[in-house]
């Protein structure tokens, strides 16, 4: 089915509408690293995992427009076209292509979803690809070696994957009690 | 919650339309990648500190606009420092301190409904009409979800409270999420039942309905 039904268009607006509520959670400062940690790639993860691939994917478009257009619902209330061109801009547009990645993943697995599969996709999305995406563009933006930019991303990590393993378990649940994603 | 940074003004960067803003900001931010040196960053450097005068933006703005990327700058300016050089070091923050500023600049004289309806303008022009309508309500959708969502997770955690789960992630992500996919669907029961839908959504609709019956 191509075409983009009422359902899937609320269902966007409803999970761009998760992103900006999770912004507004207190940020975890820890002493050491530049950026704090946000609830945010939760809702990255949650897009991909309960819509799937391509409507995660859009929902995570909507919220990045509405971002740009100025309103301040990234994490620490920020906004406007200025966050796209600082340096971790990168993380920013990588979570379209994380909640695209982890939709896939999930719903390769959907017929056999467990914790365990489900933790899988969310990590190769929401941490692996997520990173892959970002580490390079801090290190061009900001002329750093690759290597070094990656060792200042590694603190983020332990966050990463318990978030990955909350999204997981609500994924999971999702699946099971209110299935978006159309079995295969 | 929802305020933006618009700050007020006869200007004509107030009155330039707003795609043409977003347009220019771009081609700048290009320039400064592709020709990455400093006989390129002072003058661009030097021309938004002269827009935002004329803009008459005052100067605690500025510094506003920089504060959220302080400690990042800081620390790519320490490790620069440290591997490369001050003069590499500086050129690069300097860099990063010229692209948010300009881009500050955009979202300082721009509306965010201007620009949001700038936008909707764009996609009505050079999108099929049914796919602009579409944007266009998931923009007014998302405008109400964001108090229903944040509703929902009030109430969730004031139960699960009372049921004595004190910040339990698990008891409160799932139950939230499902109400407000519940909600949704409510809503979209509601559009489609007063007919707002356009009419080729009716016809996927349809489509749809008899392939179930």
């Not at chain 2, 703005?61 to 420092?81: G, K, S, T, Y």
Request: a positive charge; proline letters at 4%.
């Amino acid at each position: 089915m191509a075409e983009v039904t009422i359902r899937n268009t609320v269902l966007m607006a409803l999970f761009a509408a998760i992103m900006a509520v999770l912004g507004a959670f207190p940020n975890i400062p820890v002493p050491g690293i530049p950026a704090p940690i946000t609830a945010q790639s939760l809702g990255v993860m949650l897009a991909g995992g309960i819509l799937g691939a391509r409507y995660g994917a859009l929902s995570l478009i909507l919220f990045l427009i509405l971002v740009a257009a100025g309103l301040p619902l990234l994490s620490g209330a920020r906004g406007g076209f200025a966050v796209f061109f600082g340096a971790t801009a990168g993380f920013l547009f990588g979570w379209v292509i994380a909640a695209f990645v982890i939709g896939l993943l999930i719903e390769k697995f959907w017929n056999r979803l467990n914790y365990f599969s489900a933790f899988l996709a969310c990590i190769i999305g929401g941490i692996i690809i997520l990173y892959a995406i970002g580490i390079p563009w801090v290190a061009y933006a900001a002329k750093i070696p690759l290597g070094k930019a990656f060792w200042g991303s590694v603190a983020y990590i332990p966050g990463d994957l318990i978030k990955a393993a909350i999204a997981s378990v609500v994924i999971v649940a999702v699946a099971k009690s209110y299935p978006i994603i159309q079995s295969k | 919650m929802l305020t933006s940074t618009y700050y007020a003004g006869q200007s004509f960067l107030h009155t330039t339309r707003p795609l043409f803003k977003v347009l220019a900001l771009f081609l700048v931010c290009t320039l400064l990648f592709v020709f990455d040196t400093w006989f390129v960053l002072t003058p661009i450097c030097l021309a938004v500190f002269g827009l935002y005068g004329i803009a008459g933006i005052p100067r605690s703005e500025i510094l506003l606009a920089l504060r959220p990327a302080f400690w990042m700058l800081l620390f790519i300016f320490i490790v620069q420092i440290y591997f490369e050089s001050l003069q590499l070091a500086s050129f690069v923050i300097l860099r990063f301190v010229t692209m948010i500023l300009a881009a500050s600049l955009l979202t300082l004289t721009t509306k965010t409904s201007d620009l949001i309806a700038a936008l909707e303008q764009f996609f009505n022009r050079f999108l099929p009409e049914h796919i602009a309508e579409t944007i266009s309500l998931a923009f007014s959708l998302c405008f109400r979800f964001i108090p229903l969502v944040r509703q929902t997770f009030d109430e969730v955690t004031e139960a699960q409270k009372a049921r004595g789960h004190h910040k339990d992630w698990r008891a409160l992500a799932t139950p939230t999420i499902i109400r407000t996919l519940k909600s949704a669907d409510e809503i979209s029961q509601a559009i489609i039942a007063r007919s707002v839908e356009t009419s080729h959504l009716s016809a996927a609709n349809e489509r749809r309905d008899r392939e179930h019956s």
